[in-house]
């Protein structure tokens, strides 16, 4: 998604600026609840730091996403834009964290995963638009800005939100700090007097899967499953099923392996496979409906202007740092991999330095045990 800065102001965001209101983004209230010295150099200093490779990534998906359903390219030229980005990324230095092991796994299902979906990617049915300004007035001094990636235009006047995700899948107790973006574009569309039928991600990791199984190894019959997967496991969740609707097709062995094994290789149904085995798996993107609730709403307004005064109480002003958040285990991964400021933060420099202060003497006590 384009940031703000890089496009051509528009007139209704500039009439807010004129009249002096405070205009916000959700990006903006993140950054100001995550960590105020970040808010502080990124909106007082004006400091917008470094991106990384899941900003540049990120953006690449929504370029090929939104080019595609425009119009603009066809099926095939999505996934050179991704592979721009990971260009991109290489010659900026930017990497993704190793795993656990100090290897490139994380790196490896990531691509794998978003390759699949260039791929494989078709034309969602409707009436779309990109890219919109939705603007929400929270009151005469406030509002919030952002540009929705998708909008359907329903046939029955309504309009459904519609984000595009390359980040995981959110886990349960997340699922308010990412819903608020929907549910807050959803209200500055019925701000603009239209009616919202639903809210959703497009979640580009993922898959929802339907076909029929065993439900478990220990099951005698069949059953109708639905399996939301990543990408890059398509093939380890369907094999057996896809091996034996192969046979059941009636394809001579030799046939079967040559067309198992592209399957591994790609984790695509592709042309080896005849009709009569592709139609047996209903293959296609996962989208996560939020759903869109006058709680939430309340909510999210809540949330705004909680975000909003805190940020309007601090002096506003270049010689007055706000304070770092508090950086623990948990929240270091966030300063050294996805901070903009993770390259110049005095904070998390000084606790790596302590962090890897403190596993030098423990090793070193080990070692002088004997
Ligand atoms: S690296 Fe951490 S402490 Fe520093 S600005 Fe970013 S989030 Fe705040």
Known sequence: MADIA????????QALYDEGVNVYSFSKLGTINSCLYGAWRTYILHDRGSGSVYTELGT????????????????SGMLPIFE???EQCDMLGFDFPKDFKGGNAIRNRYLADLKNCFQTFTMPKGKFTVEELLILRVSPTRAMQGYSDLLRWNNDGTVTVLDIKSSSDYAQKDLLDHGRQLTIYGMALEQAGYKVKSTAWIMLKYVVIKYDWYATRRSKNKTSLTRIVNRSKIYDTIKDAVEAACHEAGMDEMDIEIAMMDFAKTNIL?????????????????VREYPYTKELQAEALDYINKTADLYESLPQDKDHPWEPCEITKDCAFFCNTLCNHRKTCPYIKDYNERTMAGATQSKKDEEDLF
Do not use: C, N
């Open 270 to 286: 592709g042309d080896l496979f005849p009709a009569e085995v592709k139609t047996k798996f209903s293959i296609k993107p996962y």
């Open 6 to 13: 890089e496009r051509a102001r528009d007139p209704r965001l």
């Open 60 to 75: 690449a998906s929504h370029q090929a996403i939104e080019d595609f359903i425009e119009g603009k390219i066809d099926k």
């Open 84 to 86: 721009a980005g990971v």
